[in-house]
């Protein structure tokens, strides 16, 4: 039986894959920072671990509780919108540290099972965001952007030894807390300096205007969809708003 490690599983897309591949017979690691496991069906192919992709010694911690594993799905993220001018580079630093780097770490603490193994898959989760034109997202965007490229060399690199390594792309969904978090409770126009509050504003509507969606299941059932694809495809578009995006591209 395969044992697949989420990061980033209290809520939205990683708690859905945690529970798709629990479905479909695998054992899942199920990490976050605060471990909440009444979150997640209580199971013993099942474990609540606590991770936080910023801190290498929890990093370490929960790949020796986790034992060896077959999959890592890199979900952990942190949203960011608004307007570059009014973004603090502290907070542009602290979006980086964990959507790129918690990504890169986390992977780099993975990496040696895989190439002792000759086997083994990395699924970073990325955003529809990198597929298109969008704005209020530039320092949310860059660090997803940016994992893709780091995937897309990463994979050249592991596959002489067995090992995988994709990206999925989720579209936007209405039923995850992203836009609440990235908002911290406010209206976007209260956010963003005066200049750009028609901007914003024409922005959100925008948004609000779009006629599909992404749904946390799509999320789920495209990460496992990668997981298990040996056709060498590299990024996965999910929800039917990313795939129409990655069409266009």
């Known amino acids: ?9 209290s809520s939205g897309y990683g708690r859905e894959t945690a529970r798709h591949f629990h479905a479909q017979g695998w054992n899942v690691v199920a990490t976050m920072r605060t471990p909440r496991p009444d979150l997640l069906p209580v199971s013993d192919r099942l474990r609540v671990l ?3 992709v910023t801190q290498p010694e929890s990093i370490t911690a929960a790949f020796e509780a986790a034992g060896p594993v077959d999959a890592l799905v890199n979900n952990a993220g942190v949203p960011e919108m608004g307007v570059f001018e009014g973004t ?16 890169m770490a986390v992977t780099q603490a993975v990496l040696g099972q895989f190439r002792e193994r000759g086997s083994g898959v990395v699924v970073n989760v990325t955003s529809s965001v990198v597929l298109g034109h969008m704005p209020l997202t530039a320092v949310y965007k860059a660090s997803k952007a940016a994992v893709e490229g780091f995937t897309s ?30 908002l911290g409770g406010g209206p976007l126009e209260d956010l963003v300096p ?3 509050a028609a901007f914003a504003k024409d922005a959100m509507d925008g948004v609000s205007r779009q006629a599909e969606f992404t749904r946390e299941s799509d999320v789920a059932e495209t990460v496992w969809r990668a997981v298990h694809d040996t056709t060498g495809q590299l990024r996965f578009p ?12």
């Open 153 to 182: 060399s990463l994979a050249l690199e592991l596959a002489p030894f067995g090992v995988r390594a994709r990206t999925v792309e989720p579209g936007a969904c209405l039923t995850t807390n992203f836009a609440a978090t990235a």
């Open 88 to 103: 603090p580079m502290a907070r542009v630093r602290e979006v980086f540290e964990t959507n790129t780097f918690g990504v």
């Open 1 to 9: 039986m395969k044992t697949v490690l989420i990061t980033g599983t």
């Open 238 to 249: 999910a929800g039917p708003d990313a795939v129409r995006l990655a069409e266009a591209r």
């Open 194 to 196: 005066a200049p750009y």
């Open 50 to 52: 606590a991770l936080d």
